[in-house]
């Protein structure tokens, strides 16, 4: 995998300011080629058949639900630790997220636990690739298939993964990336859907662009809406995926510099990939032994803003409140044990390319020092 500037298109020579200002001054700022190229270098990323923008990887996760047609009210099983986005996807399209435990040791999805939150209302599972590795896909899929459910991949954290050597999106109806700046490659804003079946395509291009397929029609066959992106942002895009190889590289060279410093701890516990998935981590993840003391260090006189593992999705403010008005009851919230253990004990480290050997050895000094 090479996404060498060169050999994106020959446009892309000169990636610079000079090119975005001329495309400012072509006057074509909404998709045209830029996200034509793009969409077909993802594709080809991804080893996937068909893919659309999305303004977000929120935005993308409901396009994917409402394109594999989730019906208003229809639950939906996601994983206890995620973003909330993963949650408010589903809500915004129509759907009831229902969290489910994740695994101790990578905080996955457990496919063991499906059946005792399967109800039948459940129609669409959404798993998580957390971290930059993939989930148990062998095992969801088995369940998906004999409970005829469907599958959507919120993958906002793992473009490019491989599952058994394979690229993730495989074994789902849709998968769904997000270009936020956090992300592995950004837009400032973004997101992908990818799919292997035409129907699922058709429907998602009639959904982001006003319930038609053509854009100057005024005639609109089904309802849609507005879920486009600019060219502006696809022609970021395409100069960060040109540096796909490159980013990637030296995100697993800072894993391996944080690996050095923090794997003779045994205070620490360093999370790495499960034995069937690739690795594009998204930060360097890992559990302490004294997490508001690290916490505290860390942020002494704004050296590093932490960031905690994810709120466990059952126990969010917000949700509740929302399951509340709706006279919603969840199954087995006695369940979600580890969840809330990697809440307590779990740390995101920054693993940018912007992050420099130096800083990394000063965090990894206060960190042991804490532990
Ligand atoms: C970032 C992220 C999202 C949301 O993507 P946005 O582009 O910020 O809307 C959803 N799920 C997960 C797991 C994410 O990491």
Redesign the pocket.
């Known amino acids: 995998m090479n996404y060498d500037i060169k050999q994106v298109s020959p446009i892309f020579k000169g990636i610079n300011y000079f090119s975005l200002f001329k495309l400012i001054r072509s006057s074509w700022l909404t998709e045209g080629k830029y996200s034509t190229l793009l969409n077909e270098r993802i594709l080809d990323l991804c080893n996937a058949k068909y893919g659309v923008f999305a303004p977000?990887?929120?935005?993308s996760?409901t396009m994917a639900l409402l394109a594999t047609g989730l019906k208003p009210g229809e639950r939906v099983l996601i994983p206890d630790t995620?973003?909330f986005?993963?949650a408010t996807a589903v809500i915004l399209a129509g759907g009831i997220p229902v969290p489910v435990p994740v695994d101790s040791k990578y905080y996955l999805m457990d496919p063991e636990k499906l059946k005792f939150f399967l109800d039948e209302k459940t129609t669409h599972i959404v798993p998580?690739d957390?971290f930059g590795y993939s989930y148990d896909r062998g095992s969801i899929m088995q369940f998906a298939k004999s409970n005829n459910l469907k599958i959507v991949d919120?993958s906002?954290?793992a473009l490019g993964v491989k599952y058994c050597g394979e690229n993730i999106g495989r074994t789902s109806l849709a998968t769904s990336y997000?270009f936020?700046a956090d992300?592995t490659i950004t837009m400032g804003?973004g997101?992908f859907v990818t799919t292997n079946d035409e129907s699922v395509y058709e429907s998602l291009r009639l959904i982001r662009n006003q319930g038609r397929l053509n854009r100057g029609s005024f005639i609109h066959e089904s309802i849609g809406f507005n879920f486009r992106v600019t060219d502006m942002q696809a022609f970021i895009g395409l100069s960060q995926l040109a540096r796909f190889d490159e980013i990637v590289k030296s995100k697993l060279e800072n894993f391996m510099l944080y690996l050095k410093y923090l794997s003779q701890n045994s205070n620490i516990r360093v999370l790495t990939q499960p034995e069937n998935s690739s690795f594009i981590p998204f930060r360097f993840i890992i559990e302490v032994k004294n997490l508001a003391k690290t916490i505290d260090i860390l942020e002494q006189n704004s050296f590093l803003q932490t960031r905690r593992f994810f709120f466990p999705i059952h126990l969010q403010p917000g949700l509740l409140n929302w399951y509340k008005a709706r006279k919603i009851n969840l199954p087995n919230s006695d369940l979600f044990v580890n969840s809330i253990a990697g809440y307590e004990k779990g740390l995101l480290l920054p693993l940018h390319s912007k992050i420099s050997r130096r800083e990394i050895k000063l965090i990894c000094d206060k960190i042991n020092w804490a532990n």
């Open positions: 977000n990887g929120t935005l996760i995620t973003f986005g993963t998580v957390l919120d906002a954290q997000s936020f992300k804003e997101g």
